[in-house]
């Protein structure tokens, strides 16, 4: 049996728009991960639930987002959570979506990403991008500029 037999599965999206990547500013309340930071959309699958299903219900239920776009990236595991990150692009504008969870929300530049912060306006403040989410952000741009060098 491996470490990742007990560990959390989680399924986040990377959603992008014209080279910017959508984020949530997550709740500052005690309890979750990464409280007052900017991280993923997406969450915990539930008991028997597949990675596959549960991103497509996890947008669902965060912004009221569908796409049969959405593609796995990766996995990326960590003492006590396997994270499926998935990723799609953002075919509708932010005003056709609902925030339902999360405190703001916003797009990230690459320089965003790589300086790790970004202002909320709704929260009045600078917030950090969560550790594991901007090296997963630097694997996808990487990704994405392998795939745009090899189709010239």
């Known amino acids: 049996m491996s470490s990742e037999d007990n560990a959390h599965a989680v399924a ?3 959603l992008y728009q014209q080279n910017q990547y959508l984020m949530q500013l997550r709740d500052d309340i005690p309890g979750i991960a990464y409280p007052g930071h900017w991280g993923f ?3 915990h699958c539930d008991p028997g639930e597949h990675p596959d299903d549960a991103i497509h219900r996890e947008l ?3 912004l009221g987002f569908q796409t049969s ?3 796995l990236f990766n996995l990326y595991p960590d003492p006590g959570v396997v994270r499926h990150v998935y990723y799609a692009p953002l075919t509708v504008s932010l005003s056709d979506l609902e925030l ?3 405190w ?3 797009f990230f530049s690459p320089q965003q990403i790589q300086d790790s912060k970004r202002y909320s306006q709704k929260a009045q403040g600078i917030f950090p991008l969560a550790y594991p989410h901007q090296k997963i952000l ?4 990487a990704f994405q500029n392998n795939q745009h060098e090899s189709q010239k």
């Open 69 to 71: 776009n959405i593609q």
């Open 60 to 62: 669902m239920e965060e």
């Open 104 to 106: 703001d929300w916003g």
């Open 138 to 141: 630097l694997d996808f741009m």
């Open 41 to 43: 959309f997406g969450g």
């Open 12 to 14: 986040i999206a990377i």
């Open 100 to 102: 339902m969870e999360g």
